[in-house]
Every structure is written in structure tokens, then in C-alpha cells.
């Protein structure tokens, strides 16, 4: 018996989600991308959109921890096994004609999500496994969803997403009461509510097939592309598959409301979910200006340290450009959970790309190549035996997330000690990093921290943070630890630049002790690195080290240190 879908019709506003996914109904060849909160109704609209395609329609959801034999297709186990070696369809195959779903595409193995692109923009799959070769149509609508504080998509991946759509659960009590009185009648009697909405299901249905049948004839005039590539353009992508998609995606939105050439309100309506998430490829930073002139007045005096981290504290914001320094690398040992960078607690196995095999007589994915190879080699049969047997080797799909929160306040203008800070953390980060890790930061300053970068694998785009960041303005250290809270992983290593002279507090406490108390609630991989330059040391940085079972590292010990490596364990508890 298979189980009721929820009806497209039904579901309580998120008009840009559904206006996206009718068009990828019309054009199989605009896939979308569905960003946002967890419980809006991702997942459910992506089934109930494969129910008003064309029969029979599949829904695969691809698992996130598929091999490429599962995902593209491979040779036939038990007839290989027979002496009659034959290819074996993938999910590709079976989601010909309907929708491919992958729920948190961001956490798919970057090897899979790369194919998969290409296959669903070409429209044919190619198999080549052990020598044989094959083909076959592979037209389906593909569905992306993704939550983007578990880790974004590397900006290659999210290019070929022709269309986004940033979802949240709507906030107005109306229409999450409409939502909620929806779904209970639904679960009540879902034969009863089918029927209800039976009709608006039908008149859908057909507006997508009569779309689909007109979709050839649908004129775009030299004008109408004209005014997309200006605003493609006037946004800043370099990307043409941003042209691309607008173009289609207004041919089918034309299509779709029966006129039979695109007019600029269908341009209109489409180039948001276009640029939406192409528009990360922001601009550059201003470039920083140069420090003011000193007048005589402003010439440094003999007052403490103390009075002059001060005066810096209230002093308009610069910009300083980063000292070169040298540090160590750092190594994390997660040593109570797996190593994943770009995702919250392991849901799945996530198997990385085939790199050999080895003999194994109990194989946890039987690599039949090689099997057969040795088979044939030992006794000139296609029948292995249990002393052929051997298992794909897969490399590892891991990675670290770098989470740097970084202090930015007046305090560190005072003979210009974020030259050092940013040099710190350049350098921490430079050394670490490597390829399918990830990196965020957090800077605090004035009455609040931001997140200036979220997590990225784009190591470039990270360095140009660090240069850029300014300076100036009091210490929201209470604020920089909470929201660090929402960007931690069980594979997030936390690099904390801070002096530690919290003066601003989150609520009407003392700002220290805010600090202290969210910093004891923080359960990672950590570092702190003491940027307090002063006679009059306060030791904070030390405490907070301590109350986050952190590495401690003042910062002209870890410029001056010896070590190439430094170690960090995660402790439990």
C-alpha cells in the first residue's frame, strides 16, 4: 500500500518555493535548491510536486551516504558472480521522468555531487564500470534541500543549481495556523482531504502538462535578454549559467501562465530565485584607508596601557592591514565524535571516493574487479572464491571546520595589535586548512557580534575577511560566544583571539561573568589566544581557556613557538 501525499495545492503559503518547483515541473532541466529552516515543508512539497507530474512519476531520495554504484550504476553483483558480467542500473536510471530529491545536498560527498550535476543538466547518464560501457536518458527534476548553518555548498556546486529559494516557517500566527489545521485534517482522513483538493490538483496537473506542450514555442526576444544579462550584470556574477537559467526559467514561467512570449514581469518574477544565490560572489571590500595623520595633540602619552586601550576603545573604527607572522598548524583529534566539517551529528555514512582495494574475506563493499581479477589470476575461473574476495578502499570524506572568533575591539588599536591578530589567525588558518575543510568567522566589536563569513570552503574568500576586518568600538564577548554556539559541529575546531575585556553584556548582568558562563556551556574543539598587551594583565583569556577545556596560547608565544604542529584534543565531559 503506498502512502498518501500530501496535495501541492494544499500547502499554506512559501509562493516562491512553489513557483520554483512548478518550473522545474515545466523544464526538467531547472533544478532547484531549497535552503532554510528545518520544518517548512521542504521535503513535503518536494513529494507532493512529483504527485502532479505526468504517470508514473518516481520520488527517489537519494541517502546521503549512496556509492557511486548505488547513485550511477554498476555492474550486476550475482550475475557477474555467474560468469555472465552485466551492468545494473542506478538511481539515475530509476528517477527518469520524475524527481531526484537529495535532502542536505551539502553533506553529499563532493565527488557524487559533481556528477550528479551533470548528469541532471546533460540529461544522459554514462556508465563505465570494469570495462563495459553504457548509456541511458536520465531527465528528472532535481531537488536540493539544505540547512546552510550544517555547511554551505562550495560556490562550483551551487552554480549549477539553476534556481534557489531561501526558505523559513512563517512567523505570522494566521498562516502557521492555516498550516497546522491543514496538516491535522490531513492526518485525521487523507483519503477525505485528497478529495477536497482533488480538484485544484487536477487544474494544476493539466496547467503543466499544457506548459510543457507549448514550452518550444515560447518566444524571448533580443530585448527581454537584454535586460537579463543587465541584471545579471549590474549584480556582479561572472557566472553565463546565471543567463541561462533566467532565460529558461522565464520561458517556462511564460509557458506556465499560457502567454506565448516572455514578458518582463515573468523576468521579473524569476531573476530573484536566479541571483539569490549566486549573489555570494559579492563584491570585493572597499580597500582599507590609511591610518589618520597624528596631530601633536594625538601623540601618544605616558598614560598606563589601560587608560590607552581605553581612549582606543571609543575611537572611530580602522582598518589594519594583517602582519605576516608565522604559527604552528593546527591538528584536531576529535576523540568523541566522527570527523565531519560540514555538518551537525553523523546521520550516515559518508563514503568518499574508491582509491583501491584490498583482500578481505568479510568486505564491507565487495569491490568485484578485483575480486574477479584475483580469481581468474589464481585459478583461471570467474568463480571467486572466499580467499579472492576484496573491498573497495575509500577515501576518507571528512573535513574540519575552522570557526575563528575573532576580537575586534578598541582595545586592540593601541600600538596597532590587531596587525598581530589578523597575522594570528591568517596564519593559523593558512597552515590548517586543507582540502574539504571549511572556515567561518565571527568578529565582535561595538555592541554586538556578526558573522562576517559563513562557513565556506573557499579558502581565498576567507584570507580577504581576515585582511578587511576593522577595528574599533567596545568588547561583546558574551554575544561572540553565543552565537558561536550555532555554527558548532562535532568536527569544529574554535580558535578564540580575544584579550578577554568583556564590557558589554547581554542582558543586565556583569558582561564578564555572561561571558564565562557561555563559554562553560561550549563543548569543542577549542583554542584561545591571548591578545592582552598590558602592564596590568587581567588573565582573562586564561580563565576562559580553562572553563571551555580549551588549549591555552598567549600570542607572542604562539608567533615565537618552535612547534610545526599544534595538537588539540576535544575533551568530554
Known sequence: MKPFIYPFSAIAGQQEMKLALLLAAVDWRISVLLRGDKGAGKTTTARALAALLPQPSPFINLPIGATEDRLLGGLHLERALKGDPALKPGLLSEAHGGVLYVDEVNLLPAHLGDTLLDTASSGVNVIEREGFSASHAAEFVLLGSM?????????????????AVNITAPLEPAERQTVVERRIAFDRDPAVFLADWAEMEQQLREQILSARAQLSGVLCSQEILAQISAAVCERGVRSLRADLAAVRASIAYAALTGDASVQPHHVAAVLPLVLVHRAQERSRPPAPQPPALQTPQDAPSEASDKDQAQNAGEAQERIFAPREIKTPKVQAKFEDAAARGNSAPAQAHQPGPAVGARRSETPVELDLRATLNHAVMETGSLQPRLQDLHERVRQPATGTRYLFVIDSSGSHAAQERMRLVKGAASSLLTRSFKNGDEAAIIVFRGTAAQVVLEPTRTLPEAITAF???????????????????????????????????????????????????????????????????????????????????????????????????????RLSG
Not at 568583556?502 to 563543548?523: C, F, H, M, T, Y
Open 147 to 163: 540547512n546552510p548553518e550544517e555547511g554551505l555548498l562550495r560556490p562550483q556546486l551551487l552554480d549549477r543549481f539553476a534556481l
Open 467 to 569: 585582511e578587511y576586518l576593522p577595528t574599533g568600538g567596545r568588547t561583546p564577548l558574551a554575544h561572540a560566544l553565543d552565537l558561536a554556539q550555532n555554527y558548532l559541529t562535532p568536527a569544529t575546531v574554535l580558535v578564540l583571539l580575544t584579550d578577554g575585556r568583556a564590557n558589554v553584556s547581554l542582558g543586565e548582568g556583569d558582561p564578564w561573568q555572561e561571558a564565562l558562563e557561555i563559554a562553560s556551556r561550549i563543548k569543542a574543539t577549542a583554542l584561545v589566544v591571548d591578545t592582552e598587551n598590558s602592564a596590568e594583565r587581567l588573565g582573562r583569556p586564561r580563565q576562559l581557556a580553562e572553563v571551555m577545556a580549551a588549549e591555552y596560547v598567549g600570542l607572542e608565544n604562539l608567533e615565537s613557538s618552535d612547534a610545526a604542529i599544534l595538537t588539540l584534543h
